[in-house]
């Protein structure tokens, strides 16, 4: 039997017409689309390496400029508003007992400095390369070598429970609407970041200030970490010192509805 080239073609045969194969035109589109892949990724990369950590980095010094600045504009307007008192104290024509009414509200509200007896609890990450000191634990998982903000919150809550007449976090007053946030490895306080080891300073009986940690559930679960992985932990009394006042911003904030 002869090749099928070979074999030629009647008059009647049906003559084949010249266009594009589907796999030709799936060839074209695979081309097109990863032009435009390549076209989108420089338009997102702008010459830099997408791949690198570059922008985290970016973003942690972004943040640490941001904390300083809101450390800076604190220190400005604690003095603002002392130099406000001076003056509405000049000024304001109010009785002694207004004023002294008003002195009870300011240290209530923790604007004013606090002097008296402290304890001062220390929490810190456990080593990195930690691992399990007692039998029948098991080996750590990074989340269980980390400070986490329940933590912190169990101690400032266990020491506003044992009666603190004021408390201070790192170098920051708390007042009632201060909130202790963690976000990864990090505290965030009133707009500023701090790294362990976190300082919690109070004010208050140190008999029972220390009472009120050891009594706190949520501390003593915390202490079981810090027998097995090595957690930091420590409890000292200071004796007399001045807790600073508030100095940031006391005007609330809330959600507002979208119009």
């Known amino acids: 039997m002869s090749n099928s080239a070979d074999s030629p073609q009647s008059e009647s045969s049906p003559v084949r017409k010249s266009g594009f194969r589907p796999v030709r035109v799936l060839t074209v589109g695979v081309f097109a689309l990863a032009g435009l892949i390549f076209f989108t990724s420089f338009n997102t990369a702008k010459g830099t390496d997408i791949r690198t950590d570059a ?3 970016k973003l942690s010094d972004l943040i640490q400029e941001r904390s ?22 000049r ?4 009785t002694k007992a207004e004023d ?26 456990a080593p990195p390369n930690a691992t399990a000191k007692l039998p029948g634990y098991p080996e750590p998982q990074p989340d269980y070598l ?21 408390i ?38 140190p008999g029972r200030l220390k009472q009120a940690l050891a009594d706190s559930k949520a501390i003593q679960n915390y202490m079981v970490y810090v027998n097995v992985y090595g957690l930091g932990w ?7 010192v001045t807790l600073p006042g508030y100095s940031g911003t006391v005007d609330l904030q809330y959600a507002k509805p979208v119009e």
């Open 55 to 57: 922008s985290m980095l």
């Open 68 to 89: 300083h600045n809101n450390a800076g504009l604190d220190e400005a307007n604690g003095s603002l508003r002392r130099d406000v008192e001076s003056l509405a104290e």
């Open 91 to 94: 000024d304001d024509g109010s």
């Open 100 to 125: 002294d009414k008003l002195a009870a509200l300011e240290d209530r509200a923790g604007t004013q400095k606090l002097k008296g007896k402290a304890v001062t609890v220390t929490l810190d990450d």
């Open 146 to 166: 980390v400070i986490h903000q329940q933590d912190l919150q169990a101690v400032v809550n266990a020491l506003w429970k044992g009666g603190a007449k004021g």
């Open 168 to 205: 201070k976090v790192m170098d920051q007053r708390l007042i009632s609407t201060s909130a202790v946030r963690c976000v990864g490895n990090t505290l965030i306080l009133q707009g500023r970041v701090y790294s362990p080891p976190y300082k919690i300073q109070a004010v208050g009986d």
């Open 234 to 240: 420590n409890v000292a009394d200071d004796g007399t």
